[in-house]
């Protein structure tokens, strides 16, 4: 299914032009308006998880896009252009991926694809919009990129990705926590990622992976999988994806009772579920990497502030017309960091039209330093040309109280990684 979006329409643009985006003059805002409005807009292809195992990312990642889309028509769009949101339900599967991917470059004309999260997903898309030349910017945190698996129109410049992560988290873990530990992950690429890269980061702090639990993302039950756990483990690593989370989570509590072992967490194992719910009260002095913290911290910056309030995301990280509906805050804001990217690539390339998409993948690969602002409301990051894969702050937070709070903030410096591939060798 096809969906339509406009950011804001001609009647709500003029009405909101004088308030539009931050450090914009009301003049130049007129100007670009009147140019975007009488000509064709820039079409983004929006390959969204509507449905299947990704569809509390997608609901969340769509009104993260919808909110940024907004803001940058509101500012006169992109060279002068209103931007079109083109958005087509890939199930989070990996063949129709490739499927919308194609419908983006053949049916709908779109000038660059957008927005990919579940690795298995992206491996399976990236390689038809290679060969369409479409510009396919993911925001899936996978290494694939990096790794140097995809093509030179595959791009990741606003999320980090699994190995900088952990590579950054291991050292937190192995001085607070333990140094045995037993990793819980999903049995598909993205996991992979996070027991091959994990694995390796902790040895490099003297630690070791006792056990190495594989479970797959479609499950619905987790309990058999549990008496797997070494009873020498000092530190359990979960990480887990799909609409069964909240079961994860509430077993593997039910599981341990009140004698668990240190745990420390990657958020995707709660990301739109409540850290309030019943039976998760074991939680209570665990740990969390967030790309994001969900609860306003005690410094929380203008920015945040700001795309919290253009999103529609309280300060507990959830839907402001709805405390239930809790919002996956620790990777949504890479919806709206990319969109801008798209928007600076394109601007500082010229870009009219699709014969320019390969001077948009090479102004890309030229951005270097992102500073922290409302276009990069996560933190300041540092794009890598050469490995389409942008690098930036981590966070782990404890649960205190049912409330996620930061405890500490990496530097991008220790996420950094020694390059695997140069994609600007590989023809246009």
Not at 138 to 162: F, K
Not at 230 to 235: G, S
């Amino acid at each position: 299914m096809t969906k339509l979006i406009n950011g804001t329409t001609r009647r709500g643009a003029l009405k909101t032009l004088a308030g539009a985006a931050a450090g914009a003059t009301a003049l130049p805002l007129w100007a670009r308006y009147a140019q975007a409005s009488s000509s064709e807009p820039i079409k983004i292809g929006f390959q969204q998880h509507s449905t299947g195992i990704g569809a509390a990312y997608g609901r969340w990642y769509g009104r993260t896009t919808e909110a940024a889309v907004k803001l940058i028509n509101e500012g006169g769009g992109i060279n002068g252009r209103l931007v079109e949101l083109i958005a087509e339900d890939d199930g989070t599967d990996p063949k129709r991926g490739a499927e919308v991917v194609e419908k983006f470059a053949t049916q709908h004309n779109c000038d660059v694809g957008f927005g990919t999260l579940f690795s298995h997903v992206v491996i399976g898309s990236s390689p038809r919009a290679g060969e369409l030349k479409l510009p396919y910017f993911v925001v899936s945190e996978g290494h694939h990129v990096a790794s140097g698996m995809l093509n030179r129109y595959t791009l990741q410049p606003g999320i980090t990705d699994v190995k900088s992560q952990v590579q950054a988290m291991a050292p937190y873990v192995s001085e607070n926590l333990g140094k045995k530990v037993t990793m819980i992950f999903p049995d598909f690429a993205f996991g992979h990622d996070h027991r091959d890269f994990f694995s390796a980061a902790i040895e490099a702090q003297g630690g070791e992976v006792l056990e190495k639990i594989a479970i797959p993302p479609t499950e619905t039950s987790f309990t058999k999988y549990f008496p797997q756990i070494p009873r020498e483990t000092e530190v359990l690593y979960h990480v887990m994806v799909g609409p069964a989370v909240l079961t994860f989570v509430k077993e593997l509590g039910e599981f341990f009772g009140p004698s668990s072992p240190a745990i420390f967490g990657f958020i995707d194992s709660l990301e739109a579920v409540d850290i309030a719910s019943p039976g998760l009260e074991f939680l209570e002095g665990t740990y969390f990497w967030e790309g994001n913290p969900r609860y306003a911290q005690a410094d929380q910056t203008e920015h945040d502030k700001f795309f919290r309030a253009a999103v529609g995301v309280d300060d507990n990280g959830a839907s402001v017309s709805d405390p239930t509906d809790v919002s996956t805050y620790a990777h949504m804001f890479g919806c709206w960091e990319t969109l801008h990217v798209i928007k600076h690539g394109m601007e500082n390339s010229g870009y009219q039209g699709p014969g320019d998409r390969a001077k948009l993948i090479e102004a890309v690969e030229a951005l270097s330093d992102m500073p922290e602002g409302r276009a990069h409301p996560q933190g300041a990051k540092v794009f890598n040309g050469k490995t389409h894969q942008v690098f930036g702050h981590q966070y782990i937070s404890r649960v205190e109280e049912g409330k996620l709070v930061r405890v500490h903030t990496t530097s991008i410096e220790d996420t950094l990684y020694p390059d695997e591939v140069d994609y600007t060798a590989q023809p246009l």
